[in-house]
């Protein structure tokens, strides 16, 4: 194999291709179910920076410059006050957010956008009424204008990303997850079709059919390298094996990434979408929680644990003399427990039970022996869980995710259960998916393992929200642990 040794400063372009050198020189160029034979044959690529900012920033930007120049004329020549304009523009902008019209798109189109539009328009009609703007007519005026010179001015806006995109401006580097027959025609949709803003860079899987040669080859386990040294930012998941699908779940997991992932569905003639290329169908993977998105769940778990705590001071006060006068001294009990990332920590509990004996071994489920009357109530309605909203202030845990659990098991399950692990790449919660699920105490770990992925793959403040309405469903039933 031939060697290429360049000179210059180091950069992100650099660690991308050191990174596949290591793929290229790990294959060694044997044919395995693995890795790929590798000729490679290097260049810079377009970049996924213009101007400073990722290419998705900066086609949010041009959208959102867009609807803003549009809401400024349409509040000029509607003739309403500032104030009201400035409210009105404010309400459209969330509501476009909220509808998701400044995420990235392989498809263009001002007309794909009219539905959402419309409701933001109402939204803005709405608030001038609630706020006694204009007359009626006015602000209906107002509203309709704005949303058409939206339409307009997306239009507009569209056209400049496209052509960028076309020139090589804002393209993304593209890596192809999967080598069987519809993997090829993918590669031709993408290359014919550039306003797409994707540059297939490479391919990963068993040894490709007609698929041509690429920079990057490798197995679908050097994903999250790739990803995490800047060689790619798209995934695209096509004609892939089961195997490959869930060496894609497996590797994914193991990488914290604002790389966009794309699934060609089953029978995707017949399925819904959420993007295309060129008639081909895509779903869009949810990745990556935003900044914004984690400061939002970071607050909302000092409200609501500071005003819980607050709020349940007298029955908590109430519960710790009842366990003093069952159990004596030691109301509080710690407990090593495992949190986001292998961090460990102090649990704080209501004494339950009774302490093992020093010969004993650790029991992972509660044991009715060492368990009172008392012990048994606070558990039944997870009172003994309450000193928790304290974990909770401290950062330890956040109101809603996977239950946390003591180290030794942490290992023990993770052995046993590979997807087990794959828990602790969010903060560990005071309830979870898994719990209102009915999977506590002595029930099935992988189950556990499974619908706690599931939450933290589809994640949203309105699943936490679900979670919480059921967790106090729970608790009134006394259905506790």
Known sequence: MSTQVEVGPPGPAKTARAVVNRLAVASGGLETDHALPIEVAYDDGPTDRQFGLRTSSLEMLIRL????????????????????GVLCAFIMLAAFAAAGLYGRRLRLSALDDVPAILVGSLAGLVAMSLAHGPHFSKAVLAAALAGSLVVLARGCAYLLIRGWRRDGLLRRNTVLVGTRSRSAELVSRIEAHPETGLNV????????????????????????????????DTVIVGDASSKEERRVIEALRTCSTSAEIFVLPRLSELSASTDEIWGVPFLRLK??????QLAVKRLADVVIASSALVAASWLLGIAALAVRIEMGPGVIYRQERVGRNGRHFQLLKLRSMRPLPPDASSEWAASADRTGRVGAFIRRYSIDELPQLVNVIRGDMSVVGPRPERPEFVDQFGHEFPSYVFRHRVMVGLTGLAAVEGLRGDTSIEERAYFDNWYIEHWSLWLDVKIMVRTVSALLKGTGG
Do not use: E, H, W
């Open 201 to 232: 860079r490479g391919v990963l899987g068993a040894r490709p059919s007609g698929l041509g040669a690429f920079p990057i080859c490798g197995a679908v386990a050097d994903l999250p390298a790739l990803i995490s040294s800047g060689a790619v």
């Open 65 to 84: 410059a867009a609807d803003v120049v549009a809401l400024v004329v349409a509040v000029v020549a509607a003739g309403i006050s500032t104030t009201l």
């Open 287 to 292: 990745q990556r929680r935003s900044r914004a």
